[in-house]
């Protein structure tokens, strides 16, 4: 082979490697006995400071009952603790900033205190994807920790949203 050749051969390999979309999360469906079907998208992310996070967004639908919508955030256990009861901010574009209900009620009813979870039923409405969401998370001791989701998570959260028991 010769060199002209290789050297096309390898730039083409690199410039493919730059053009090629990450794979992203799907959507996973469970049946959890005896009547409850559970949609969920499970993402890592960072924050400001390059902390990993956990975002599960997932939608519990419990018989006939109306279904439940939350987003749980886990960090780090020991780097992190959450701040309960307090909303979950979000700033879904400039002239727009939400406050997300906390789930748990107090520091002891949550399953871990690096865990926050929150109640996304009120503003499924609001979910634009054509940008990114800022989430700031109320964490202990004044700490504030910034993860920007960017559109493809909110797109994966918006087909959450739209499942049917059935489907």
């Known amino acids: 082979m010769s060199k002209q050749v290789f050297k096309f051969i390898l730039v083409l390999g690199l410039m493919c490697l730059l053009l090629i979309q990450p794979a992203y ?42 279904p439940t919508i939350n987003l749980r955030l886990v960090g780090f256990p020991d780097l992190f603790e959450f701040n309960h009861p307090q909303p979950l901010i979000i700033k879904i574009r400039e002239d727009l900033t939400v406050q997300v209900p906390d789930v748990f009620t107090s ?24 940008n990114f ?8 001791d004044g700490e504030l920790s910034r993860i920007k989701v960017p559109y493809f998570i909110l797109e994966e959260w918006k087909k959450i949203i739209v499942q049917k028991a059935s489907e």
């Open 25 to 66: 999360a799907v959507i996973r469906e469970s049946e959890i006995p005896p009547d409850i079907i559970l949609y969920k998208s499970i993402q890592t992310w960072r924050d400001q400071s390059k902390n990993p996070w956990q975002l599960i967004f997932f939608k519990e639908i419990k018989g006939d009952n109306q």
């Open 133 to 140: 969401w800022l989430l700031e998370l109320p964490l202990k």
């Open 107 to 130: 520091d002891q009813e949550a399953f871990a205190p690096n865990m926050g979870q929150y109640n996304f039923k009120s503003i499924v409405d609001q979910l634009e994807s054509n």
